[in-house]
């Protein structure tokens, strides 16, 4: 019921920025609690952040916690990754995805719980 596409991914040197939108075609987006998963070559995907259907909720994985910001616009039916101090770690493909669970008390945090993906964008970080 939700089709995602996402962009922004790139080429960027260790310490700079990138920022990742997630356009969703849906006429319920808040409907949706969403998410951002990485997969580096040869590991699983792994969750990144999470936010949900309001935006008044995120949560991050250690690895990027006060460098990457979640964030949503409901109105413009679409979610961002703001990422900074990137590191060569950071590189993956990174996929946005959307659920219908609920937050609960930790939010959305597992591949299992997502039932829509979209088609990934590379992230390179060089150093």
């Known amino acids: 019921q939700v089709q995602l596409v996402e962009s922004g991914g790139g080429l960027v040197q260790a310490g700079g920025s990138l920022r990742l939108s997630c356009a969703a075609s849906t006429r319920t987006f808040t409907n949706y609690n969403m998410g951002w998963f990485r997969q580096a070559p040869g590991k699983e995907r792994e969750f990144a952040a999470a936010i949900n259907w309001s935006g008044g909720r995120t949560t991050y994985a250690d690895s990027v916690k006060g460098r990457f910001t979640i964030s949503r616009d409901n109105a413009k039916n679409t979610m961002y990754l703001q990422m900074n101090s990137l590191k060569p770690e950071d590189t993956a493909v990174y996929y946005c995805?959307?659920?219908?669970?609920?937050?609960?008390?930790?939010?959305?945090?597992?591949?299992?719980?997502?039932?829509?993906w979209g088609q990934g964008t590379q992230v390179t970080v060089s150093s």
């Open positions: 995805a959307a659920t219908t669970a609920n937050w609960g008390i930790r939010g959305t945090l597992t591949p299992r719980e997502y039932g829509y």
